[in-house]
């Protein structure tokens, strides 16, 4: 609407908005309309147009309006220096008193979560979050990446051994996915090389922190002919500066304003350090002592430390950590002389991504399954790597972790169109 609008030159418009205020003095009325583009002030000559300004005064905020009049420049109002003298006014909905506001804890707004949805900061949020994902998409299809969408009904259980929703399926019961991982994999025994996926994730979690949820949207990739995962580090750290650059460009000064935050571009490469090394690090910075039995894994502490470390140490945002132990690592991840091939990526505090280079050989990867007590569980998988399969490896995203991490949010529920936790499952 606005955005037309601020196209046309000065004459007769017929628009359609809802009200975000009305302000109604003796003989006349400013209303403030919206829709998602933006705003435009509808000014009521109230003597002139008595009727128009009677229909407006009874309107709440929320109201939905059909809006005749002239388009006029004027260099006193704010948004985009113009206004509409309105003669003509047809309510198209009406609305009751909000139940919320602004000041509304999230769990209460997002009982009302359409409502909430109406903040200006809402719709920047997601126009950032479209763009980011669109970034990502169009630098992988750039290097020949294939976009595929994998079922999320699926017959084994776990591909962990945990953490999975059981449904009710015909006579029978089925489980909703965890990730794609499995058939991620399934397409680089398929031929396909290089493959991505945005899609739902399931995770039967109860976990109440600040960066989870039971059901969230995953930004998936695998690509095969990989050499080590440095191969997969290199194209992550790629990729997501490739993204921060375009949410840089179009909304930096939108985001810096609306949330005070400074959307910072990345240098590359990104800064890379083993577990062991993160350790010490910490201890001698910061007096973190990992207890001894929790040295394998990164702990929730020495997790959010990270964020401080990055930049003392190398003045950057992002944070790659290696050489975990086996022990809490996925079967599926390649081992050299015992130490899964992976990474977790790090920033500003908060882990965006676990990613590895897979074990591609059957006999190994079925080995690896059996020490997780998971080789019936996966049996179908395994199946997909006794044809022969080329190395490779991936990594997964949450874009809704990443929105939080990018706009520096308080809790992923912030960051999500409707939030599912393990006490939320309606609206």
């Not at 209460?108 to 809402?122: H, M, P, S, T, V």
């Not at 017959?155 to 009710?168: D, L, M, N, P, R």
């Not at 399934?186 to 960066?211: D, L, N, T, Y």
Request: aromatic share 12%.
């Amino acid at each position: 609407m606005t955005e037309q609008i601020s196209k046309l030159k000065e004459g007769k418009v017929r628009f359609q908005g809802m009200i975000d205020t009305v302000r109604d003095k003796k003989n006349i009325q400013f209303v403030i309309l919206r829709d998602f583009s933006g705003k435009i002030q509808v000014t009521v000559d109230k003597v002139a147009h008595p009727e128009v300004g009677e229909v407006f005064a009874h309107l709440l905020t929320g109201s939905t309006v059909l809006v005749e009049g002239e388009l006029v420049k004027s260099e006193y109002v704010k948004m985009g220096g113009q206004e509409v003298l309105a003669d003509k006014v047809e309510v198209t909905s009406t609305a009751e008193v909000y139940p919320i506001g602004p000041e509304s804890n999230i769990d209460q707004r997002i009982d009302y979560r359409w409502l909430d949805l109406r903040q200006e900061k809402n719709h920047l949020l997601f126009k950032v979050q479209t763009l980011f994902t669109n970034a990502m998409r169009e630098f992988l299809l750039d290097k020949d990446f294939i976009e595929i969408h994998t079922p999320k009904l699926i017959g084994t259980a776990s591909e962990s051994g945990s953490e999975v929703f059981q449904v009710k399926y015909f006579d029978t019961f089925a489980y909703l996915a965890q990730s794609p991982q499995f058939y991620k994999q399934m397409a680089m025994s398929g031929g396909f090389g290089r493959i991505f996926e945005c899609g739902p994730v399931f995770r039967a979690e109860k976990s109440h922190s600040k960066k989870h949820a039971t059901e969230f949207t995953g930004f998936d990739l695998e690509f095969s002919n990989i050499e080590s995962f440095e191969d997969v580090m290199k194209l992550e750290e790629e990729l997501l500066t490739y993204a921060l650059k375009k949410v840089s460009e179009k909304y930096g000064e939108e985001i810096k304003a609306t949330f005070g935050v400074d959307v910072v571009v990345p240098t590359l490469p990104f800064p890379r350090i083993k577990l062991c090394d993160l350790y010490n690090e910490l201890e001698k910075r910061y007096g973190y002592t990992c207890p001894e039995e929790e040295k394998d894994d990164l702990t929730t502490e020495a997790e959010k430390l990270c964020g401080q470390f990055a930049k003392d140490a190398y003045n950057h945002e992002f944070l790659f950590v290696t050489d975990y132990g086996a022990r809490k690592r996925a079967f599926y991840h390649m081992r050299k002389d015992g130490v899964p091939q992976g990474y977790d990526l790090i920033w500003k505090g908060v882990e965006i991504t676990t990613g590895a280079q897979r074990e591609h050989r059957y006999d190994i990867l079925k080995k690896q399954a059996e020490e997780k007590g998971l080789a019936k569980d996966v049996e179908f998988y395994l199946q997909f790597f006794k044809y022969g399969c080329p190395p490779h490896g991936g990594f997964g995203l949450g874009l809704d972790r990443i929105t939080m991490n990018l706009l520096e949010l308080p809790n992923i529920k912030e960051s999500m169109f409707i939030f599912r936790g393990p006490e939320r499952i309606t609206p």
